[in-house]
């Protein structure tokens, strides 16, 4: 009460607040006197924002002094920044007020406090602190997620573990120091939901009481190297000449192991952070074999063990917030009594019933995906579940970088919300199988894509993030310290956008190059981001024009899909491509038959891809020059430098590539040796230009093995890039003929 009553007289004359959407005006030099920095230390979300605080003052050579809201607002002289929690109804949500050199920054719970305390560190990071606007702040979407394919061991993969930087992570996996920068950044950029996904991932995190002999101990990983012969469900991903050569990488019992994890997520909630687990089905690696559990979708032992095992996750984990479950990849489409849906709920829905009965009240959380399933079945079979449940989908199949309006939700939507049948919510799972490489960052793309995310009646919220690749430490870049930065770290532009804009899509676009000027200060920061924005704009174009639903059928960066569907794309998958759905692009062969026929086009053609292509290379390249001399020695700019370079050298590739399409096409009707020279003319120009972009990318880029689409050795496919010119000089009129093609594709949807 006295506390109230002494903010209460603090602020009877504050000023009206500001817009939220007023960008803020170019910040003076603040020159810091002492600072008291008031907040309640009983709290982890403000000891970590007073931290944040506290490493930006000292920055700034400030001297702090930290006392409790109380005493500090006693405090008559010098600046005086309060950190309070105010409890309301509205989560994550924060005012900021100031009046003079008092700022108090109110959150309606500790992680709305949190973020409030965020954005005073980095106002004071950016010297706009003087200019902060007042104002109320809620989250945009409500949850906003990692999707992170987690490597636990050998013995328990996951989806993505047959790739090199997967097999590179699975000690950092049980390395508290690189949970500990991950979960800082998921804060710092406002995400608050970690999932972790896992074939199997129950051997290594629980300890089964009717299933004593499953749990594992001890970290291992095979010395056997992998290669691009796995299934692409998981089928194999544990081969026995896997398990014939293990090496421990780390010393743990099951007890460990159950520590560690409960440490990761108290950790994740003193950042706001919730954690689940999420599976395929059915796999049993690490389990199978032992008291009789098999893979068969049959066996009671195996039903059992998984109902069993679900109830230990859930009792084992206290601070656990729900468990994602898929209807495959493993599983046979039968419609007895052993269905995948009857089944998942004998395991799954049980095991959670079976768990919430000896902890009643425990918030938990169902997500059930829509993939390989319907949503009748799933609707029917867990009727009974005695907690929220909630759906997920695939919002833009495997292509985050592609479309700002996805339109593959929309058969889903009308099945969705309070005045629909379900009346449930959907997750969005947000994949990024686009970019593995590159520092990507366009905040206009982003701000755009978010905006058009369906609203909170039928969305929970989302989690991004590859198939096929680790967002763990990064192993892939040649310059890799010992240890290696961790993903979040080296991509910390493209994460912080989406976090931020997700939080709140109004932030202003001069506040984005603050934050850019004040990490790089070298350069101007205007100009470094309008370059970012241009060459980040290269593969969204490029993936709307020749597109591949699923990860493993197209991955820009490479123009590979695995060889077991096209391999590299040459011209002629160029010729008889696809365009996205909804993206208004033509393809090749529409496009021929429309301007031969003279028929308007009524859409985007190649030749206007083509220019978008050259237009974004051309707003970049030029302008790197006078940035990497004013960069100097600073080697993470340098380095973001050469992946704007790579990309706009990619951007070319595509656009010549695409160009020599087109006349090729063109060729194969007419006839013409002038289209076929043009054609020719065009791939030689395209080699040349992947000979640019190999050679920036193996300055700063390894090969590497992905579990999607295989090896990936960007030198290499330069034979490649010749073997198109090839192929065009060699080129017979007639062999693409016109014709209505069938679209295959993923089908993220079943009612």
């Known amino acids: 009460m006295r506390t109230a009553l002494l903010l209460a007289c603090a602020f009877s004359c504050l000023t009206p607040s500001l817009s939220l959407a007023q960008t803020p005006p170019t910040p003076e030099p603040v020159t810091f006197g002492p600072v008291t920095l008031g907040y309640d230390a009983g709290l982890p979300q403000l000891r970590f924002a007073a931290g944040e605080i506290r490493a930006a003052l000292a920055a700034q050579g400030a001297a702090v002094r930290e006392l409790p809201v109380a005493e500090a607002l006693r405090v008559q002289r010098g600046r005086r920044l309060i950190l309070q929690v105010d409890p309301r109804p509205a989560e994550q949500a924060y005012t900021l007020r100031r009046q003079g050199d008092l700022i108090l920054a109110t959150g309606s719970d500790a992680n709305g406090a949190l973020y409030a305390g965020l ?120 081969r026995p000449e896997l398990l014939a050569h293990l090496e421990t990488v780390r010393r743990m019992t099951i007890g460990d192991k159950i520590r560690f994890w409960r440490d990761v997520m108290q950790y994740a909630q003193e950042r706001g952070i919730e954690v689940y687990w999420f599976t395929w089905n059915i796999f049993t690696y690490g389990a199978a074999g032992k008291h009789g559990i098999t893979q068969s979708q049959d066996n009671p032992i195996t039903i059992d063990y998984f109902r069993k095992s679900v109830r230990e996750t859930v009792l084992t984990y206290p601070l656990l917030a729900g468990i994602g479950i898929t209807a495959g990849e493993q599983m046979q489409a039968r419609t007895d009594e052993f269905s995948k849906e009857k089944w998942l709920w004998k395991t799954y829905g049980e095991g959670i019933r079976d768990a919430l009965s ?31 449940m909630d759906l997920s989908f695939k919002y833009a199949i495997a292509h985050m970088y ?158 590979l899909s695995h060889r077991r569907y096209k391999g590299f794309y040459t011209v002629r998958h160029f010729i008889e491509g696809e365009t996205m759905p909804g993206s208004g692009n033509l393809d090749i062969l529409t496009w021929r038959s429309r301007l031969l026929a003279r028929e308007p086009m009524n859409g985007k053609t190649p030749l206007e891809v083509t220019a978008a292509l050259k237009a974004d290379a051309d707003a970049v390249l030029p302008r790197l020059g006078a940035l990497r001399r004013a960069a100097g020695s600073h080697q993470e700019l340098l380095l973001t430098l050469g992946d704007l370079e790579a990309m706009s050298h990619l951007g070319n590739y595509y656009a010549e590539k695409i160009l020599g399409a087109a006349d090729l096409a063109l060729f194969d009707k007419t006839a013409k040796p002038e289209q076929q020279a043009s054609a020719i003319a065009h791939l030689q120009a395209a080699h040349e230009h992947w000979r640019r972009y190999a050679a920036i990318y193996s300055q700063q880029y390894k090969p590497q093995l992905l579990n999607r689409v295989g090896y990936v050795d960007i030198p290499a496919l330069l034979e490649k890039t010749a073997a198109d010119i090839a192929m065009a000089q060699s080129w017979k009129p007639g062999t693409v003929p016109d014709g209505p093609r069938k679209r295959g594709g993923d089908r993220p949807f079943r009612p």
């Open 358 to 388: 000896l902890q009643p009240g425990r918030p938990f959380r169902l997500i059930h995906r829509y993939h390989q399933t319907a949503q009748s079945e799933i609707l029917h079979e867990f009727r009974e579940l005695p907690a929220p």
């Open 402 to 559: 592609s479309m700002t309006n996805p339109p593959f939700i929309e058969s889903a939507l009308p099945h969705l919300g309070p005045g629909s049948t379900s009346k449930l919510r959907s997750w969005l799972t947000v994949r990024n199988d686009d970019i593995y490489s590159f520092r990507w960052a366009d905040p206009e793309f982003a701000r755009e894509f978010i905006r058009n995310i369906p609203g909170p009646d039928k969305v929970a919220g989302f989690y991004m993030g590859p198939d096929g690749f680790n967002w763990g430490r990064d192993f892939l870049s040649r310059d890799a310290a010992a240890p290696p930065q961790t993903v979040i770290e080296k991509q910390w532009l493209s994460f912080l956008l989406w976090g931020r804009l997700s939080y709140d899509p109004d932030l202003p676009a001069a506040h984005i190059e603050r934050i850019i000027g004040a990490r790089f200060p070298q350069v101007p920061a205007a100009d470094l981001l309008s370059v970012w924005s241009r060459a980040s704009q290269v593969i969204p174009e490029i993936t709307r024009f020749s597109w591949g639903d699923i990860d493993l059928r197209w991955f820009p960066e490479a123009s």
């Open 119 to 238: 954005d005073l560190a980095e106002a004071i990071r950016t010297g706009s602190l003087g200019q902060l606007p007042a104002g109320e702040h809620k989250p945009h979407i409500a949850k906003r997620g990692i999707k992170f394919n987690i490597p636990l061991d050998a013995r328990t993969p996951s989806y993505s573990d047959n790739s090199d930087s997967a097999q590179q992570n699975i000690p950092e996996m049980w390395s508290f120091d690189f949970w500990r920068t991950f979960l800082d950044n998921m804060a710092r950029h406002r995400y608050n939901v970690l999932t972790l996904w896992s074939l199997h991932p129950f051997p290594s995190i629980v300890r089964v009481p009717e299933y004593p002999e499953v749990a594992l101990e001890d970290v291992k990983r095979s010395t056997v190297k992998f290669d691009d012969t796995y299934s692409h469900t998981g089928t194999d991903m544990v």
